[in-house]
């Protein structure tokens, strides 16, 4: 039985980079706004947004191949990167924003700039990325971005990754210098540093959500404290689940017909992990190449360089694995438990029609670590075992939604469900998730506050933080030029002195 009671305006579950960044622009937005954070865990970013259980890349289209899928007469469509790309431009507006507050820390605690680069092999591959790059290059996102076959060039754009390779091997990549390496464990932490700063803000870590009930025009959320045992009740006029693969449990228990006929399809991932200085200092990049057929998006292979508190490693994978497990730190009862009577059509749809997906990760959870480096060296061709070890990286739960045609989908990007009265939402999902979270939590403010936003204080408090939206920066090549330089300069990026051009338009947009 609740022992306890308390109120807020919002509860927000989980610790993670969506509920923190969340947290963060509704209280700049309306700072009287009193805000419940709960956490299953002892600590922030434990999950998901842990640096180790993800890729750390700063996701902006310029190196992830399979967001420009290629048609069957050639083409190749850049739209999703060009999306990809802008949305995380407004990530990097609102960090630039809070730096300039004086109370958010250093940027380069999480954000450090490192190359992006495509590299593919053998005829077939290079002709696709000629392609991709004739069709990005043209576009202002994509036009710092370089194509070169020649093996110099290579040489000097992946060191690491060049000697021992076969004679006469066909290679070609694509590098963008404004790439970066994002700690979104770091950068979680602070937001939520900052955010504990101001008045009416609760932190409840070890603490689980047990009960989703209406309440009113709002929701009784019942609290669990993990150590005592005991349980509260918060009254909440609206509730918002970010807890990465805990979403989908928690959006089936508030029972809104809007989740209904939702599924998820867990993913397990590991890492190589080097860090070998002598390695390490060979190889300043993210490069990034074609994920194997039938492999899920997220396990596309690349050889990252990771900053992680002040440190640099190399990371190499993923390699994909299947548990029931929602979390890392989950439940193997996770999978079973949320299936339902709404959701079982389509989730045994997608088992019917994905067995290809199937035998690639019992196949990869199957590996030997001899095999794992072996996969390293087509990469890395002189790679010895002693410098790698095993990571294991975080859970990712993919989107299984009904179709009318096929009975389910799975899905590989994320998703917003919110009940229709906006007093509840849920963020299912997984790529590129934490690098485009600013436009997520903006989608999801749009969708359940469209009254709140006409008000003048909410207008203007966004027009403050961003200057410019994602469509305007799709649109207009001077704004994004102008955008970019002023968020680069300030989050430390670049010293380049365009950072100070075009200051006028920027306020111009800004105030319009």
Sequence with gaps: MAQDNHEADMVLVGAGIMSATLGVLLKELDPSLKLE????QESDALESSNPWNNAGTGHAGLCELNYTPQAADGSVDISKAVAINTKFEVSKQFWAYLLEQGTFGSARTFINPVPHLSFVRGEKDIGFLSQRF??????????????SEDKATLEQWMPLMMPGRTPGERLAATRTLGGTDVNFGALTHQLLQHLSTKPGISIRYAHKVTGLQRSGKGWSVTVKDLKSGASSVTQAGFVFLGAG????PLLQMSGIPEGHGYGGFPVSGQWLRCDNPEV???????????????????????????????????????????????????SFLDLPKSIRLSNIGPMLAVARDNMDLTRYLIKEVMQSMDERLETLRGFYPQAK?????????????QIIKKDPKRGGKLEFGT???????????????????????VSAMLDLIKRCFPDRLQSEQWKSRLKDIFPASADDLKKDAE??????????????LTDDTTANQSAELIQLRAHR
């Design 134 to 147: 004739q069709a990005m290059h043209k576009h202002h996102c994509f036009a710092n971005m370089e194509y």
């Design 245 to 248: 693969g805990g979403a989908l």
């Design 280 to 330: 390490v200092k060979q190889h300043q990049a993210k490069v990034y190449s074609l994920a194997a057929v039938g492999s899920p998006p997220m396990s596309v292979p690349h050889l990252d360089t990771r900053v992680v508190d002040g440190k640099k490693s190399l990371l190499f994978g993923p390699y994909a694995g299947f548990t029931t497990k929602f979390l890392k730190r989950g």
């Design 415 to 437: 998703e917003i469900v919110a009940a229709q009265d906006g007093t509840i939402a849920a963020l299912l999902g997984a790529s590129p998730g934490a690098s485009v979270s």
């Design 37 to 40: 954070i709960v956490e299953m």
């Design 385 to 397: 075992a002693e410098d790698w070890r095993l990571e294991i990286a975080g859970q990712r739960v």
């Design 479 to 492: 704004l994004y030029r102008s955008i970019q330089a002023s968020s680069h300069k300030r989050l430390g």
